[in-house]
């Protein structure tokens, strides 16, 4: 845990591999969900009613911000042409102070 917000924790996680969904699979199964998920974030109920109707009810109830907050602070690969190491860099800054600007 690097930071918190309320009953939200803001971690850094390092993955091994590029398995689909590594992050969020994990995180729900130790119990610490990434909010809005919908996929492993919501209980079986919100799941089926969110698949039936679009409905972000229960996840808008739970957090103001009706997003998925996994995000990248920078990705590395060789580039397809150079092969030079290449780096992209996100700007969290805009998303960390929407959160505290909610809670």
Same mark, same amino acid.
């Given at each position: 845990?690097? &930071?918190?917000?309320?009953?939200?924790?803001?971690?850094?996680?390092?993955?091994?591999? &590029?398995?689909?969904?590594?992050?969020?699979?994990?995180?729900?199964?130790?119990?610490?969900?990434?909010?809005?998920?919908?996929?492993?974030? *919501?209980?079986?109920? &919100?799941?089926?009613?969110?698949?039936?109707?679009?409905?972000?009810?229960?996840?808008?109830?739970?957090?103001? *911000?009706?997003?998925?907050?996994?995000?990248?602070?920078?990705?590395?690969?060789?580039?397809?042409?150079?092969?030079?190491?290449?780096?992209?860099?996100?700007?969290?800054?805009?998303?960390?102070?929407?959160?505290?600007?909610?809670?």
């Amino acid at each position: 845990e690097i &930071g918190k917000m309320g009953d939200y924790s803001l971690v850094e996680v390092r993955p091994f591999s &590029g398995r689909t969904h590594q992050i969020r699979v994990h995180a729900a199964h130790m119990g610490c969900s990434v909010v809005g998920d919908k996929l492993y974030g *919501l209980p079986n109920d &919100g799941f089926i009613r969110w698949l039936n109707e679009g409905d972000d009810y229960l996840l808008s109830q739970n957090f103001p *911000l009706h997003r998925q907050l996994l995000h990248a602070v920078e990705i590395r690969f060789p580039h397809p042409v150079t092969r030079k190491e290449t780096v992209i860099r996100s700007d969290n800054e805009k998303i960390l102070k929407e959160l505290k600007q909610s809670s």
